[in-house]
């Protein structure tokens, strides 16, 4: 079946430090692939997705590019704000009924 | 802008009481989505919905059940809620097909004693 893998957190990064978060995954086909944020709490909302392969996926400053070949996702940011912290999650859809496969969450803390 | 809510932020029941959560969304979105949220675990899917009175089981059904009687709204049932349903519960709400954003409500805390 569907699986994500996350690289474990908590995450803890100076204020304007670069941010990589580490996603792979296992799926049957050609998925498209997430980066959900969970700000402390809320609800998870879309950071940004890529529908196909080489497709990169930019909001807010972050960036994630969908590589085929290693089967990955990684979240990138040049310089992380304290107002970055919170949960993301890396996501990938398969097709059929909108079911969505979520990886475990990488907490991100900033610190000033 | 899509809104999700859902009945309570934080509820507090006893082993054995039946718990109802209930969720609402205002974009008319045909497909509906229970998760519940774990430390470590991540989010585990329950139930989700994609046409009203439609449901089908998740990764994690078992301990409880779901209605949905108008499109917009979606309730998880916990028919005995027991301590290992203590959880986070998500709703999320999509419209259509093919790879299109989940909108989440704010989690509900549920505490079972």
């Known amino acids: 079946g569907d699986s994500v893998t996350q690289m474990e957190g908590p995450v803890t990064l100076s204020e304007e430090a670069f941010l990589t978060i580490n996603c792979t995954y296992t799926?049957?086909?050609?998925?498209?692939l997430f980066w959900y944020v969970q700000y402390p709490g809320e609800g998870l909302q879309l950071l940004l997705k890529?529908?196909?392969?080489?497709d990169k996926g930019s909001n807010k400053g972050f960036e994630a590019t969908y590589r085929k070949e290693t089967t990955s996702f990684h979240l990138e940011k040049g310089s992380v704000q304290v107002s970055d912290s919170a949960v993301y999650f890396c996501?990938?859809?398969?097709?059929?009924?909108?079911?969505?496969?979520f990886g475990t969450g990488t907490k991100l803390q900033v610190i000033p | 802008d899509v809104k999700v809510t859902q009945s309570s932020r934080y509820l507090v029941k006893r082993t054995g009481e039946k718990v109802f959560l209930e969720c609402v969304q205002d974009?008319?979105?045909?497909?509906m989505f229970w998760y519940r949220q774990d430390p470590g675990l991540g989010l585990r899917l329950i139930y989700f919905?994609?046409?009203?009175?439609?449901?089908e089981k998740g990764d994690i059904p078992e301990g409880y059940s779901v209605s949905r009687e108008k499109k917009e709204r979606f309730s998880l049932i916990l028919e005995s809620a027991s301590t290992n349903q203590t959880s986070m519960y998500l709703c999320?709400?999509?419209?259509?097909?093919?790879?299109?954003?989940?909108?989440f409500g704010p989690g509900t805390r549920l505490t079972v004693t």
């Open positions: 999320a709400s999509s419209r259509g097909q093919g790879a299109v954003e989940q909108y």
């Open positions: 919905s994609y046409d009203v009175k439609m449901k």
């Open positions: 799926a049957t086909g050609y998925p498209s």
């Open positions: 996501a990938l859809y398969s097709g059929g009924y909108q079911k969505v496969t």
């Open positions: 974009m008319d979105h045909e497909n």
């Open positions: 890529a529908t196909k392969a080489d």
